[in-house]
C-alpha cells in the first residue's frame, strides 16, 4: 500500500471544491495560487471540518459576508440569507468538500472520520511554536498546511479553502 502524498491531497481538495460549487449550485469556480504556508485568515466566516484516522487534519473554508450570502441563497435556494442560513450553508459547504476527501480516502487509511462543522468568524492563525519556553505545557505538532483561494470569473463569490494535516 502506497503512502497518498499531501499534493495528491491538495489536488483532491481543488477540485472537490470545484466540483461541489458546480454540482449543487451550478457555479465555476476559478482556483488561485496555492500557498504551501499557514497563514493567518482574517473572514467573515469560516467553516472547519476535522479528519480523524491515520491522517488527522482539519479542512478549513474562509469568506466574507457577501460571499457567504451568495452561497447560501444558491446552495439552499433562498431569496434573502439570514445568519442561521449562513451558518446552514457554510456547514454544508465545508461537509460536502471534507466528504470527498472521506470517501476518496476510505480504502487508503480505513476508517476516516469526519466531524461536525464549526462555523465560526474572525481571525485564525496557527500557533507553531509557543511564545517562551517556559511557559506551561506544550504540544509539538507536525502538520503540513496550504491556502488555496477561489473565486468566481466576475468576483461575486471569493472564498479560501485550507487544507492542515
Known amino acids: 500500500m502506497s503512502l497518498i502524498s499531501f499534493e495528491e491531497i491538495m489536488f483532491t481538495i481543488m477540485s472537490a471544491t470545484q466540483d461541489t460549487f458546480k454540482s449543487y449550485m451550478n457555479i465555476d469556480l476559478l482556483a488561485g495560487k496555492v500557498e504551501k504556508k499557514v497563514d493567518p485568515v482574517d ?4 467553516g472547519i471540518v476535522g479528519i480523524a484516522g491515520d491522517r488527522v487534519g482539519y479542512i478549513i473554508i474562509a469568506t466574507d459576508r457577501a460571499s457567504a450570502q451568495c452561497v447560501a441563497k444558491e446552495l439552499l435556494m433562498v431569496d434573502e440569507a439570514d445568519e442561521e442560513c449562513i451558518r446552514d450553508a457554510m456547514g454544508e459547504l465545508a461537509n460536502n468538500i471534507a466528504g470527498v476527501f472521506k ?13 461536525l462543522p464549526l462555523i465560526i468568524s474572525g481571525q485564525l492563525r496557527a500557533i507553531s511554536e509557543p511564545q517562551e519556553a517556559n511557559e506551561g505545557a506544550s504540544i509539538n505538532v507536525q502538520c503540513k498546511g496550504v491556502t488555496i483561494p477561489f473565486k468566481t470569473a466576475d468576483g461575486s ?9
Open 157 to 165: 463569490i471569493s472564498i479560501t479553502v485550507m487544507v492542515y494535516m
Open 43 to 46: 473572514s467573515d466566516v469560516t
Open 103 to 115: 470517501t476518496k480516502y476510505h480504502e487508503q487509511y480505513g476508517s476516516v472520520a469526519l466531524g
